[in-house]
């Protein structure tokens, strides 16, 4: 029922109805007076004026005694164990005011028991369940004698406020028993300890001090109290419940844990401490950082920490998650490390800041570190054990060397955390001390291997130009197989930078040939033979696949000025070979891909000239071309002019204006392969069979008029200078083949006709009986009286359509021509050659000449025109179906620019032009910061953009817009975020939608801002223009400017940073937010091995998106140095590892051995194709003459495996050892159960070069649909119909020059096997029910790989080179919700991948899966700066003999930021987008920073090879580095070089000598007789200035007094760049700068003020410089007027210099705050 109003009784009543009444809620207390006690309220109860209260006992006390209820003094009035609250019994409202008398009991906030009276114990605190009214009711009296008060009558409400916080004395009396609260006489004993406590007892007549006068507490304090009982008593619960499933403590009832529970509270009181935000203003943020140290204060006191602390103890029982599933069930296993975390988590935010909580831990140091070593947690304890080193000095007497080891392990399982570098920091330096063992430890634990921080170093630009020479081949191509070129080198300097100049020379292809600029494989620096795409030669090395073999030559040297590099490319074998100055390289590439087109190139950086001799009029050869090598410049194709081009551009500069390029593309039709109409099925009609005599013989007719017409005359035997014919005839008495070649023909022509789809039908059967011939003059006689006669067609006119079909059969006419020549050998070239049977008319048709065609479309006219003068009709087939099929359209390549992020606008109007140069496919517009790189403009809902190719506006799909551009057209793109639109003009015009509204998109969300972008497609060239230059805007007067817009570059003074979409396939984390796929860790088991799982979220939805997924992990395996047997040569023998007697065991046929004992290079090639089926026939598994031992054979594994494995435990007993390939047990099933037997062999374990991995594909996925196995890591392609035919190899043979073989070695950069080779051809049609387990094996120390499948070895094998770096990886197309999972198990005797790939788990044979291990996926576009500058490379014709100029002088440098277990580089400006790597990179710096500081110069020469003076002076000059590196990289320059000078400058700064010469013994007080004291002048010699001390960098050295002395540095460049630097600064750095130098202002001043405050005290400027610097701090007080006094100052340069840089710093200060 409803509370409802009636007027039943005649007056208003208040009663329950079922009629629904609305009703007002008012509050009555809302002007409450403050400070009189209300019910609910928390409270102390203080006793005796303030000085003891009433509380119970500590944590640390056992239960009974935490019953007791005492008074006590001290630090307790401020904790919260005092704290209690009233709750009033039996009232009509709870929160109203309390009366005397009026009963409540008293709750005590943190343990949430009662106060009260018990029979055994007196007073007490009892659980709230025995709380019974009767023991629990007390109440407040003024006194103890008036007890009964006059009953007051109740006033509305709250009732009279009557007891006061404060003033009122209160005696607190028990209700039922009237007993008072009072407190027993301490006994002696206590008294004699000083103890502040005394027991509180009910008692008849108490004491007269009894009254106790009451303070409120603070809100924040009753909060924090409550929220200790709420966890505390939780936290006991859960340890209650974890000590139950250990067996500590015996339960009936089976266990529960609150694992909910306890994650959401340790989620919200992580919150409840959280420090306050960065950007608050000081005064607020230090109250907030006061209440929390309350706050943090509060929980200590009541022993949260150490709950906390004993929680942890109880999950670290157990080792792994499935260790404590076998407790506590799977349910709580899954959120058990989230618990562990979490819980260091809270132990961390209660002691951050928090000096005396910290300092619990220094004695537990060691619990500390020694839990880092558990994957589970360690991120959490770093930022416990981060809060103490900070925290607590004493910490860092306690740290010793396998701490930091522990710590420094961290980076090598957790990948790049920069709080493990924060933790190593605080260990350096602590209180302005530096601690120099902690300081070389970390020296020489992490900087040497150089695989744990990102490296840096200068690399130069390398640009690579090819002539536009393309050469392909496949079956039936009219293309020559041989070419030949040279390129002679005009000179090259070895050294333009610190870097060896590049120079390489080959050949590459079109299919996968990118070299970026910026960053790249290895140390980056792209050049030929940095992928398997092409192939190079720099006089010493043969490169490719970033692999540089080195291959002997006669005088073998690097290339230098007059060589000449002789290219041979044989498309037949494949091989490509060199001859440097014309002889033969010993060495040549072969069996290369052939999937692209092949060009010359040249790649190069700064210093070099180089000339292209391509034959022909493009150069002349030096040497004679090998026999059968045809020049290059005869693929040149008609009509094309020669041009030497770069390969990867972006932009082109005309007279200021910067055009972006769109992606190009190579021609395709180089290697034109024939490919007429297939006409073998057609069959003609007979309607069709009665014309074709017909129609043949009108062909000889009008082909003998034009003869005729040529002046051709019949003849017997022809003669082409005569012009003499024989078939000059009549049709029918032409000789027999000819005859038939004609009807052939015009049969052909009817058959393409039909294929074509061409209908063709009688329409008019008088037609024929209408048509007359020709009646030609007499001229057209010949001798034999034979003259032509065609039919008369003038009346028959073709329709449009019907002169496509023309053009047509005229190409097919061709087509087959050519394929006909081809088959006869013939083949293109720019010139003919009858002899070498070269042509040049064997190209596409669309590239014939003029002439040609015309004689072909004439031909087929005629014959055309005919059919349809004898009265058919011939209906073409609708264009566009055939027009399609014949073509297949390849997906357009596009590239999207875009500003830096950093750039983006999220308030004002803003303008900016792009102007269309090109008018093909094009988009232009304003995107999110996050826009994406593969997916085109305004296709999903990140951009909003006008595609004035089509007209169209794009944001999520298209609608028509606006109009199309013309060339040269201006857009203007505007975007308005006060009204949140976008609008677009043509040439100043606005441009309107088909609706007729002028905005293209309105309500737009600000979200993160806009930036321009823009993309081109093929070979589309725009101009972007962000009015940097406003007056460069051609239309921003006429639209825009008085709508109140701005132009986007306005108020920038560098150039904007453009980003461009590359479309280089790379590696990246599987995002945890993707949309359909899901990355899960499995941990380990004692049954299981750790796993990493890929699942398909969306599959089988509708939104489910099916692709071939390339995966990888995240870290690779390492191949030695040095293999045991070089790689491709020595034949493996076992007799060297077996005793005589076992000799007979081994099974010395296997395809290694074969491979290994192969002479001859053909045997080779049969053993190394990677058998993928079942063994050729010719190589035997196994000998047929062993008898097969079935008594021995543990299963069907095979016999080679056990034979070999008995070997390896045999071969103890030899003097030599060596690896054989990796040993698989006979173990049928791969995850062996624990028996005796599969115990490893510790001694072969821990010796062994065998790792393992494997997959497991689930059931239900198919394994037709997956690949398995290592890939390299420039492995870039990104094919969506993978298969292993399309895996890129090249094998490099080496030789003598006696042409023997020494060895040969396939590279790739994939070594893979497929799934479905392990299933059965049976099989392979339905779906599996069983998962298929693939291993995969690696010998570390003999580059061999090989596979197994659920257990059984397979025959497929790889070998590689020393050094090779592979990543496991798995290509799959998912066809069920499970995918795969990467398995990180191990064999018996064989070590895990962990330990491979981890240095920290080098010897650990437990399979392990640390954090830092993770999917990668194959992303197929990603975004890269554009360069600021690229190298200026000239090109040009230098003459007919002297071929191409390619030229570079200007070097170009970028500094490389590397990321040594990818073995990649970027340019280190790109961290401006790419924030983890640039917060761990800064991080490093101050690591940097941090182990030099305080004068450590031993470290900061160690520091000179990472980080070198030309890095420094690099990094400090560049205007592009984000702020935070910028700052990090001025800092690290003081700390290493300037430091220890500063600082012995600073300690003798005020010491001076008074020497005593004649001149000071002159001096008088009063100078003269004036009486007017003076300043004594003293000269230059009274200040001690330490002189400056450098010594040169050294990095090893066995003398340390090297080590004495801070590294050298030049310090005049110094000096000099940090004046231009702070001119600029001032400069540049106006009000409205909105792009200043490293982001902010700050960063742009702070590094060069402190630079130049650090010179000022070493003394280093001159007078001038110091005139130079005050005059930009205060241009009025030291402007050029003053010069006299200046001149003065400069005089007593002495002290002035000593005195300059406070001066200086403050008021750089305050110039900075002005700035800000």
């Known amino acids: 029922r409803y509370l409802h109003l009636s007027t039943a009784s005649g007056e208003l009543q208040a009663d329950a109805s079922f009629m629904q009444t609305l009703w007002n809620m008012n509050p009555i207390c809302s002007g409450c007076e403050e400070g009189y006690v209300t019910g609910g309220h928390v409270m102390r109860l203080f006793h005796g004026h303030m000085d003891e209260c009433l509380t119970i006992s500590t944590t640390d006390q056992n239960e009974e005694n935490r019953r007791v209820v005492n008074y006590e003094g001290g630090a307790i009035c401020s904790q919260a164990r005092s704290l209690w609250r009233l709750e009033p019994l039996r009232i009509s409202w709870s929160g109203s005011h309390l009366k005397w008398g009026q009963s409540f009991r008293v709750r005590h906030v943190t343990t949430g028991r009662y106060l009260a009276l018990t029979e055994e114990k007196g007073l007490v605190v009892v659980d709230a369940e025995k709380a019974h009214t009767k023991a629990t009711a007390f109440c407040f009296r003024i006194s103890k004698e008036k007890l009964d008060v006059a009953p007051k009558r109740d006033v509305e409400g709250m009732g009279a406020p009557e007891i006061k916080y404060g003033e009122s004395m209160c005696f607190l009396q028990h209700v039922d028993s009237s007993l008072w609260v009072t407190y027993a006489a301490a006994d002696a004993k206590a008294l004699r300890l000083g103890l502040l406590k005394r027991r509180a007892i009910l008692h008849q007549e108490g ?79 230090q109250t907030k950082l006061r209440s929390l140290k309350n706050r943090q204060n ?64 220094s004695n537990n140091l060691d619990w500390l570190v020694s839990k880092l070593d558990r994957l589970e947690a360690s991120s959490g304890i770093l930022e416990v054990l981060y809060c103490v080193l900070i925290e607590s000095p004493e910490v860092l007497n306690i740290i010793q060397e396998n701490h930091i080891k522990s710590i420094i392990s961290l980076l090598d399982k957790h990948g790049r955390n920069h709080k493990v570098l924060d933790v190593l920091c605080s260990l350096c330096v602590c209180n302005g001390v530096a601690v120099r063992s902690n300081q070389n430890l970390i020296t020489e634990n992490l900087l040497p291997g150089r695989e744990l921080l990102l490296q840096t170093k200068l690399i130069n630009y390398v640009t690579s130009m090819r002539p536009n020479i393309f050469l392909g081949t496949h079956e039936g191509s009219t293309q020559y197989k041989k070419w030949y070129y040279e390129m002679i080198v005009d000179y090259v300097e070895p050294f333009v930078t610190a870097q060896a100049t590049h120079l390489r020379v080959g050949w590459a292809m079109t299919e996968g040939y990118s070299p970026y600029p910026g960053g790249g494989e290895g140390w980056g620096g792209n050049g030929v033979g940095d992928d398997l795409y092409s192939f190079g030669f720099d006089g010493l090395h043969l490169w490719s696949g970033r692999v540089a073999r080195p291959v002997a030559s006669p005088g073998q040297h690097s290339l230098g000025a007059d060589d000449v590099v002789s290219c041979c490319l044989d498309l037949s074998v494949p091989s490509i070979s060199f001859r440097i100055n014309g002889f033969p390289v010993q060495g040549m590439f072969e069996n290369f891909n052939l999937d692209g087109l092949f060009f010359p190139v040249v790649s190069f950086s700064a210093g070099v000239k180089v000339r292209f001799l391509l034959g022909g009029r493009h150069g002349d050869f030096k040497f004679l071309p090998p026999p059968g090598y045809a020049p290059c410049y005869e693929a040149l194709l008609p009509r094309e002019k020669m041009r030497v081009e770069p390969i990867k551009e972006y932009k082109h500069d005309l007279n200021e204006f910067r055009n972006l390029l769109g992606p190009t593309q190579s021609l395709s039709h180089t290697a034109f392969t024939p490919y007429p109409v297939d006409t073998i099925q057609i069959v003609l009609p007979p309607h069709l069979e009665r014309i074709r005599e017909k129609l043949a013989e009108n062909i000889h007719e009008l082909w003998a008029l034009t003869r005729i017409e040529q002046g051709w005359t019949y003849g017997p035997i022809r003669d082409d200078n005569k012009r003499l014919h024989p078939c000059l005839l009549d049709f029918h008495s032409l000789p027999e083949p000819e005859r038939n070649y004609n009807l052939q023909m015009s049969g052909e022509t009817l058959k393409t006709l039909l294929a074509l789809g061409c209908h063709v039908g009688m329409a008019d059967e008088k037609a024929e009986e209408n048509l007359k011939k020709t009646k030609l003059p007499k001229t057209y006689m010949m001798s034999n009286g034979y003259k032509p006669a065609p039919l008369d067609l003038n009346h028959v006119k073709l329709t449009p359509a019907q002169n496509t079909l023309v053009d047509k059969l005229a190409e097919n006419g061709h087509n087959v021509w050519a394929r006909d020549r081809v088959q006869q050998g013939w083949t293109y070239s720019v010139v003919q050659d009858i002899k070498n049977k070269r042509n040049p008319r064997l190209v596409p048709y669309s590239l014939l000449d003029e002439r040609t065609k015309k004689t072909n479309r004439d031909s087929l006219r005629e014959a055309v025109r005919t059919l349809i003068g004898y009265g058919y009709n011939i209906e073409p087939p609708d264009q566009e179906t055939t027009g399609q099929d014949l073509t297949k359209v390849r997906s357009e390549k596009v590239r999207i620019f875009r500003a830096e992020q950093f750039y983006a606008i999220k308030s004002g109007k803003w303008y900016f032009e792009f102007e269309a140069v090109t008018t093909g496919e094009m988009r232009v517009g304003w995107a999110r910061p996050n826009v994406r790189p593969d997916v085109e403009l305004g296709a999903d809902e990140l951009a909003y953009v006008f595609n004035g190719h089509r007209g169209q506006r794009w944001h999520i799909g298209s609608e028509p817009f606006g109009r199309p551009w013309q060339p040269g057209d201006v857009v203007g793109c505007m975007i308005d975020l006060v009204d949140n639109s976008i609008m677009f003009t043509l040439n100043g015009e606005m441009l309107i939608s088909d609706s007729g509204s002028e905005l293209a998109f309105k309500e737009i969300e600000i979200g993160d801002g806009f930036i321009p972008v823009c993309s081109l497609g093929l070979s589309q060239v725009g101009r972007l223009n962000l009015g940097q230059d406003v007056s460069s805007l051609r239309y921003f007067t006429i639209c825009g400017l008085q709508e109140g817009f701005e132009p986007f570059a306005i108020n920038m003074k560098r150039d904007i940073t453009m980003w461009f979409s590359k479309s280089l396939p790379q590696f990246a984390p599987v995002p945890a937010e993707h949309p359909h796929y899901e990355m899960s860790r499995i941990d380990g088991t004692v049954d299981n091995p750790p796993c990493l799982k890929l699942t398909h979220r969306t599959f089988g939805s509708q939104n489910a998106m099916v692709e071939l997924l390339f995966l990888r992990l995240s870290m690779p395996v390492e191949f030695h140095e040095k293999f045991k047997i070089t790689a491709g040569t020595t034949p493996l023998t076992h007799a060297l590892t077996i005793p005589e007697e076992d000799v007979k065991d081994v099974d010395l046929d296997s395809e290694f051995e074969q491979l290994k004992k192969s002479a001859s290079r053909k045997e080779a090639e049969e053993a190394e194709k990677e058998k993928q089926g079942p063994p050729p026939p010719g190589a035997p598994r196994e000998p047929p003459k062993e008898p097969p031992r079935v008594e021995n054979e543990k299963d069907s594994s095979t016999e080679k495996s056990k034979t070999k494995r008995g070997f390896l435990f045999k071969a103890k007993k030899a003097t030599t050892f060596i690896t054989p390939p990796p040993v698989v047990p006979t173990m049928p099933r791969l995850e062996e159960e624990v ?63 006696k042409g023997n073989i020494h060895d040969s070695i396939k590279r790739s950069n994939c070594y893979m096997v497929w799934g479905g080779d392990f299933v059965s051809s049976t099989q392979q049609t339905r779906v599996s029910t069983v998962d298929l387990v693939i291993g995969c094996l690696v010998d570390l120390a003999t580059g061999l790989m090989t596979f197994t499948a659920n257990g059984k070895e397979v025959n497929t094998f790889f070998q590689v080179e020393p050094n090779t770096k592979l990543f496991p990886a798995v290509f799959t197309l998912p066809t069920s919700q499970n995918v795969i999972q990467f398995e990180l198990g191990k064999l018996k005797n064989i070590m895990p991948i962990s330990a491979a790939m981890f240095r920290s788990e080098r010897k650990n044979p437990e399979p392990q899966s640390p954090p830092r291990l993770n999917i990668q996926m194959l992303t197929p576009m990603t975004w890269s700066r554009m360069p600021n500058e690229f190298l200026r490379v000239d090109t040009g014709r230098v003459s007919d003999r002297h071929g191409w100029m390619v030229e570079c002088a200007e070097p170009n440098i970028m500094m490389a930021l590397h990321i040594p277990e990818e073995s990649r580089c970027i340019d280190i400006l790109e961290l401006s987008e790419r924030l983890d790597l640039l917060k761990f990179h800064s991080h490093t710096l101050k690591l940097y ?37 910028r700052s990090g990289y001025y800092d690290l320059l003081i700390g290493m070089h300037l430091e220890s000078a500063k600082r012995s400058r600073l300690m003798m700064n005020n010491e001076f000598i008074i020497p005593m010469t004649e001149e000071t013994r002159r001096i008088k007080l009063f100078p003269d007789d004036s009486k007017k004291p003076g300043l004594p002048g003293v000269g230059m010699s009274a200040c001690l200035r330490p002189p400056l001390h450098f010594c040169d960098t050294c990095f090893v ?98 002290e002035e210099g000593e005195e300059e840089p406070a001066e200086e710093e403050e008021e750089a200060a305050e110039e900075e705050e002005e700035e800000e």
């Open 1235 to 1297: 028996v005796p037997d599969d115990r490893d062999d510790p001694e072969i374990i821990m010796n062994t070069t065998t790792y393992y991995y494997s997959v497991r594909i689930f059931a239900g996925q198919e394994p037709t649909c997956v690949w398995v196995g290592w890939i390299t890591p420039d492995y870039h392609q990104h094919d969506m119909n993978f298969d292993l035919t399309k895996v890129r190899n090249v094998t490099v043979t080496m030789g003598d020059d």
């Open 207 to 285: 004491h007269m001090d009894d009254a106790l006068s009451l303070t409120r507490c603070q809100h924040e304090e009753s909060q924090a109290a409550r929220m200790i009982y709420s966890t505390s008593g939780l936290y006991n619960q859960f340890i209650k419940g974890l000590d139950t499933l250990s067996g500590k403590t015996k339960s009936s009832t089976p266990v529960t844990l609150p694992i909910d529970g306890m994650i959401l509270s340790l989620q919200d009181l992580i919150n409840y401490f959280q420090h306050p935000e960065e950007e608050l203003q000081h005064e607020e943020k």
């Open 1597 to 1694: 050295s066995t003398n340390l007094e090297v080590y004495q002395l801070s590294p050298s540095i030049p310090l005049e460049v110094l000096k000099v760049k940090a004046i231009t630097m702070l001119t600029e600064a001032v400069q540049d750095g106006g009000q409205h700068t909105r792009d200043p130098v490293g982001g902010s202002v700050e960063f742009q001043f702070v590094p060069v003020l402190k630079l130049t405050c650090t010179l000022l005290i070493m003394g280093v400027f001159e007078d001038e410089d110091v005139r130079h610097i005050l005059k930009m701090i205060e241009p009025n007080v030291f402007s050029e007027t003053k010069e006299e006094e200046a001149a003065e100052a400069g005089e007593e340069g002495g």
């Open 298 to 361: 509060l929980f200590q006191e009541e022993g949260m920490i150490t709950l906390v602390l004993n929680c942890i103890d109880r999950l670290n029982v157990y080792s792994t998650a499935a260790h404590f599933a076998e407790y506590a069930g799977e349910e709580a296993a899954e959120s058990w490390k989230e618990i562990v975390n979490l819980l260091y988590e809270l132990l961390a935010s209660l002691i951050r800041g928090n000096r005396s909580n910290c300092a619990l831990f």
């Open 1489 to 1525: 920073c941090a182990v030099c500081a305080l004068g450590n110069n031993r470290v900061a020469h160690a520091l000179c090879s990472h980080v070198d003076e030309s890095q420094l002076l690099y990094t400090i000059e560049s205007n592009h580095l984000p702020g935070l590196l």
